[in-house]
């Protein structure tokens, strides 16, 4: 059985910290791309972040690029997104998933394009 499980959300003040990591079982996990998607309140899904199972590509949109780095480790099958310097407008539910394939940017937020999605974590930053 496949499963994404996401966790290390919280709440936090605006500038603060937070790791979310996304457990991942029930598949080959180093054969997928692994993405970072999220959700706000009332908005559509906003891709986050990329990697691929070699570690060597990652890719991020410019509203997290040099604030969030995504990392992988293949022999614990876990996803990591390190997040920094936070703002109120990184509220959102954070879900990982996995495909196949490196998506084409405009379909990364959507979310039949993935395999596999987990459940989320909720990450709430206050100003």
């Known amino acids: 059985q496949v499963q994404l499980v996401e966790s290390g959300g919280g709440s936090v003040q605006a500038g603060g910290s937070l790791r979310l990591s996304c457990a991942a079982s029930?598949?080959?996990?180093?054969?997928?791309?692994m993405y970072w998607v999220r959700q706000a309140p009332g908005k559509g899904l906003e891709w986050v972040s990329t990697?691929?199972?070699?570690?060597?590509?990652?890719d991020y949109p410019d509203s997290v690029k040099g604030r969030f780095t995504i990392s992988q480790d293949n022999a614990k099958t876990t996803l990591y997104l390190q997040m920094n310097s936070l703002k109120p407008e990184d509220t959102a539910m954070y879900y990982c998933?996995?495909?196949?394939?490196?998506?084409?940017?405009?379909?990364?937020?959507?979310?039949?394009?993935?395999?596999?999605w987990g459940q989320g974590t909720q990450v709430t930053v206050s100003s």
């Open positions: 998933a996995a495909a196949n394939q490196r998506l084409a940017w405009w379909s990364r937020p959507l979310k039949g394009a993935y395999k596999y």
């Open positions: 990697i691929n199972s070699d570690d060597i590509t990652t």
């Open positions: 029930g598949f080959t996990f180093s054969s997928y791309w």
